[in-house]
């Protein structure tokens, strides 16, 4: 069987997005019982700190029988120097499977062209797909099937507002950006989505919230973007998740964030604390989808 990885969410088909998630839900009702991981090892390699994901896939890889690797940039050779490339070839004689969560995405597409064992992207600074897959496996549980809703995205167009364009492009689900100028998504990513669903970019936030079915944002300043703050939180001034602008999207509607918030500033504390959240359902989705993602992956 040929090397599998999953760098961004285009890397899956459609259909094999819907299996991945009917075996999300069976590994969540405790049906599956299956230890694909017995005897392997996981390596996680990490530039950017984080809570949801390494606990998420250290626990994951402990659930399906074997063992995670927590491997800071800090502390290894990468974090010295050492090329990507002699990285991979070395990890790979030694490890069943790599996940890396850093900044650059050329990094990790390096990671998996010279490793010989499957590569996850556990996020870049372009695409967070892990996430996605949590996000949608949410909206799914509460909603039904995604294809035909609308999602509406709040805030700045980064990794995550990229991963929601590729999930709309191969899903068929339509996706409403509001964000202020010179902070849309990824300009490639948008135009490949446009062309295969419903898409709009606009600076008005009742323009994409009218009528949704989900609404999503994220923190204003990311990781790697803190020198930032103070332009961004003018910049965003207006941009925020409230009350009111819940009440533009269905009654049935949700809101999703990837976590973590900064409450008071994307959202408020009433949206975050309110009934349409399923902010906490979302981030235990990140367990059991990326349990599933392993699986795929190890075939």
């Not at 899956?12 to 405790?30: D, I, P, T």
């Not at 996430?131 to 167009?157: P, S, Y």
């Not at 910049?235 to 509607?253: C, H, I, N, T, W």
């Amino acid at each position: 069987m040929p090397k599998r990885d999953y760098l961004a969410f285009p890397d899956l088909s459609k259909a094999e997005v819907q299996a991945l998630f009917q075996l999300a839900s069976r590994m969540k009702s405790g049906a599956y019982r299956e230890k694909p991981l017995a005897g392997k090892t996981l390596g996680m390699i990490f530039a950017k700190s984080s809570t949801r994901t390494r606990v998420s896939f250290e626990v994951g890889a402990y659930q399906l029988g074997g063992h995670a690797l927590f491997l800071s940039s800090r502390d290894i050779q990468l974090g010295r120097g050492e090329p990507v490339r002699d990285t991979a070839r070395v990890l790979s004689r030694m490890l069943d499977m790599l996940m890396i969560r850093t900044f650059e995405h050329a990094e990790v597409e390096e990671l998996a062209k010279y490793a010989t064992v499957p590569v996850i992207n556990g996020l870049t600074d372009l695409h967070h797909p892990c996430q996605i897959l949590a996000d949608i496996h949410t909206v799914q549980e509460n909603l039904g099937d995604i294809a035909g809703k609308r999602v509406a995205w709040i805030g700045d167009g980064n990794n995550m507002a990229n991963s929601w364009l590729d999930a709309a492009a191969l899903l068929g689900f339509e996706l409403r950006v509001a964000c202020p100028e010179g902070y849309e998504p990824d300009r490639e990513t948008y135009e490949r989505a446009k062309t295969r669903t419903k898409t709009l970019i606009t600076e008005d936030t009742e323009e994409a919230a009218a009528g949704a079915d989900v609404v999503t944002t994220d923190v204003w300043a990311s990781m790697g973007q803190e020198g930032e703050a103070d332009e961004r939180k003018s910049a965003f001034r207006g941009y925020v998740v409230d009350e009111a602008l819940m009440k533009l999207a269905k009654p049935s509607a949700i809101f999703l964030h990837c976590l973590p918030a900064h409450r008071g500033e994307e959202v408020t504390d009433a949206v975050i604390e309110g009934p349409q959240s399923r902010v906490f359902d979302e981030a235990e989705n990140r367990l059991h989808v990326q349990k599933a993602l392993i699986a795929t992956l190890l075939g």
